[in-house]
């Protein structure tokens, strides 16, 4: 990653008409006070930064006012001062220097129809939502892009990469990565971020970042199932190696860099979402193990568990881009067609024998067979 990172350091793009020093950002909107947008939030106020984070809920502004903890997505933080919460979102950009996107991805066109028309200028934007847009199957840095004109898209970044908001806001060690088309934003928004406990790398590879950030969250449910079936720490590790494989085949047809998703936002994402007890996803697997249905599911709780609704884009995009991605169709099939998560688990072991290189290096082409099972 050094490596990268010291090659990349030689491409020097321009940015011209904003001084992006670290200096320069001295008051940053978080927009989305969910567990991430308030541990990012939490996190850039400790470096003297004044946050003024908006909320969707009033209540959620209401608890931060009176107690300085958000009691509905983050408990047992304690927010700092410097953190103002507020449900008025021109009042949350104005005159501010830089935008962190933290809203739901189903949320993200509507919160951008929002956003337009009071955006004056260009603005450094960070988008940390991890998700694909159902129906267009965008990508988010794509969908906040047809909102805004050619010009603004070079001061848009993604931030992606193995991140519990519990444990950042723990000071728990953490590495993330930053990646965005012009490099020398890339290097100073990399100053803002980084902590000696958040360390922040930087990269060139958006679609690769927000893919890898996206389609992990839909092998974190099957994960989660393969543990809810007490199938073991052999077909656990199994899953998650063929799960990047998957991933890695999308990628290359979509455009992104391979050695991407070998990194932070890609295998390291992954690993920490289908291993840890703290993901969202990866407990909507083990309930899905035991039987719950989706409905039942999706309103167990307030925080939303991304890899459902990603699980049926990323469906989109392999039969788009001609791509196998079996893991994806079988949490599909569980999630939206009722199948039965052993009946899946058994037809991935009975697929016709390949080589492994030959099925990580190719595109994997065919069309995809559904189950009969229920």
């Given at each position: 990653?050094?490596?990268?990172?010291?090659?990349?350091?030689?491409?020097?793009p321009?940015?011209?008409g904003?001084?992006?020093?670290?200096?320069?950002?001295?008051?940053?909107?978080?927009?989305?006070a969910?567990?991430?947008?308030?541990?990012?939030?939490?996190?850039?106020?400790?470096?003297?930064?004044?946050?003024?984070?908006?909320?969707?809920?009033?209540?959620?502004?209401?608890?931060?006012d009176?107690?300085?903890?958000?009691?509905?997505?983050?408990?047992?933080?304690?927010?700092?001062?410097?953190?103002?919460?507020?449900?008025?979102?021109?009042?949350?950009i104005?005159?501010t220097?830089?935008?962190v996107?933290?809203?739901?991805?189903?949320?993200?066109?509507?919160?951008?129809?929002?956003?337009?028309?009071?955006?004056?200028?260009?603005?450094?934007?960070?988008?940390?939502?991890?998700?694909?847009?159902e129906?267009t199957?965008?990508?988010?840095?794509?969908?906040?892009?047809?909102?805004?004109?050619?010009?603004w898209?070079?001061?848009?970044?993604?931030?992606?990469?193995?991140?519990?908001?519990?444990?950042?806001?723990?000071?728990?060690?953490?590495?993330?990565?930053?990646?965005g088309?012009?490099?020398?934003?890339?290097n100073?928004?990399?100053?803002?971020?980084?902590?000696?406990?958040?360390?922040?790398?930087?990269?060139?590879?958006?679609?690769?970042?927000?893919?890898?950030?996206?389609?992990k969250?839909?092998?974190?449910?099957?994960?989660?199932?393969?543990?809810?079936?007490?199938?073991?720490?052999?077909?656990?590790?199994?899953?998650?190696?063929?799960?990047?494989?998957?991933?890695?085949?999308?990628?290359?047809?979509?455009?992104?860099?391979?050695?991407?998703?070998?990194?932070?936002?890609?295998?390291?994402?992954?690993?920490?979402?289908?291993?840890?007890?703290?993901s969202?996803?990866?407990?909507?697997?083990?309930?899905?193990?035991?039987?719950?249905d989706?409905?039942?599911?999706r309103?167990?709780?307030?925080?939303?568990a991304?890899?459902?609704?990603?699980?049926?884009?990323?469906?989109?995009?392999?039969?788009?881009?001609?791509?196998?991605?079996?893991i994806?169709?079988?949490?599909?099939?569980?999630?939206?067609?009722?199948?039965?998560?052993?009946?899946?688990?058994?037809?991935?072991?009975?697929?016709?024998?390949?080589?492994?290189?030959?099925?990580?290096?190719?595109?994997?082409?065919?069309?995809?067979?559904?189950?009969?099972?229920?």
């Amino acid at each position: 990653m050094d490596q990268c990172c010291e090659a990349l350091s030689h491409f020097i793009p321009s940015f011209k008409g904003y001084d992006v020093t670290t200096s320069s950002f001295r008051v940053v909107s978080v927009i989305g006070a969910g567990a991430w947008g308030t541990a990012l939030a939490h996190l850039l106020a400790t470096k003297g930064l004044n946050i003024r984070l908006w909320a969707y809920e009033p209540e959620v502004v209401a608890s931060i006012d009176a107690q300085r903890e958000n009691t509905w997505y983050l408990r047992d933080v304690v927010l700092p001062n410097s953190i103002q919460a507020m449900n008025s979102l021109s009042d949350c950009i104005q005159g501010t220097d830089l935008i962190v996107l933290v809203v739901p991805s189903h949320t993200m066109a509507g919160m951008m129809t929002q956003l337009r028309p009071i955006l004056k200028k260009p603005i450094p934007i960070t988008i940390a939502t991890k998700g694909i847009e159902e129906g267009t199957l965008r990508l988010m840095s794509q969908v906040v892009e047809d909102h805004l004109p050619d010009t603004w898209h070079t001061w848009l970044t993604v931030l992606s990469g193995p991140s519990f908001a519990a444990e950042v806001c723990r000071w728990k060690p953490t590495t993330i990565l930053l990646a965005g088309k012009d490099f020398n934003l890339v290097n100073r928004l990399q100053q803002v971020f980084l902590t000696p406990q958040f360390r922040v790398y930087a990269g060139l590879d958006m679609i690769g970042a927000q893919l890898g950030g996206a389609l992990k969250n839909v092998m974190a449910i099957a994960a989660g199932v393969v543990d809810g079936l007490d199938l073991g720490a052999n077909a656990r590790a199994a899953l998650i190696t063929r799960g990047l494989a998957e991933m890695i085949r999308l990628g290359r047809a979509m455009g992104a860099d391979t050695s991407t998703f070998y990194g932070l936002s890609g295998l390291g994402d992954l690993v920490l979402t289908s291993t840890g007890t703290l993901s969202r996803n990866y407990q909507a697997g083990l309930q899905l193990a035991k039987g719950v249905d989706m409905a039942t599911l999706r309103n167990s709780t307030r925080t939303v568990a991304e890899g459902i609704n990603t699980s049926r884009a990323a469906m989109g995009l392999a039969s788009q881009h001609k791509v196998d991605m079996p893991i994806v169709e079988g949490v599909y099939r569980v999630l939206f067609e009722g199948n039965n998560p052993r009946h899946i688990v058994s037809d991935l072991m009975a697929r016709t024998a390949k080589s492994e290189t030959e099925s990580l290096l190719s595109d994997g082409m065919h069309t995809f067979t559904h189950s009969s099972h229920s």
